[in-house]
């Protein structure tokens, strides 16, 4: 079992930035990667940024994103950050911690999720 705790959502206006943090606990022996997601109102869940455990591998957020976002982790400390910058209204959206382990089968696991408005 592995837990997500997401934290440092909010209301931002536009143009400003936050900082998204999730601390990951439990068995996270098998720990792979960790990635943030979001889910717009009446819009599928999107991979935002993601990176594997040890860094070298990023996941390419959307164009819609890009460049704005990066995402990076404190190993020791088994915490993923995401940080935004510049946000706009569309930015607006719950953000989910995601955490794929391998495993037979491998598991994904998912934050409770954190809400981010940003302001117009």
């Known amino acids: 079992q592995v837990q997500l705790v997401e934290s440092g959502g909010g209301l931002v206006e536009t143009g400003g930035s936050l900082r998204l943090s999730c601390a990951a606990s439990?068995?996270?022996?098998?720990?792979?990667?960790m990635g943030w997601y979001r889910q717009a109102p009446g819009k599928e869940r999107e991979l935002v940024a993601g990176?594997?455990?040890?860094?070298?591998?990023?996941?390419t957020a959307s164009d819609s994103v890009k460049g704005r976002v990066t995402v990076f982790g404190d190993s020791a400390k088994n915490e993923l950050y995401l940080q935004m910058n510049n946000l706009k209204p569309d930015d607006t959206a719950v953000y989910y911690c995601?955490?794929?382990?391998?495993?037979?089968?491998?598991?994904?696991?998912w934050g409770q999720g954190v809400q981010v408005t940003v302001s117009s």
């Open positions: 995601n955490a794929q382990t391998i495993g037979m089968p491998a598991h994904d696991y």
């Open positions: 990176i594997t455990r040890d860094g070298k591998k990023h996941y």
């Open positions: 439990g068995s996270l022996f098998t720990l792979y990667a």
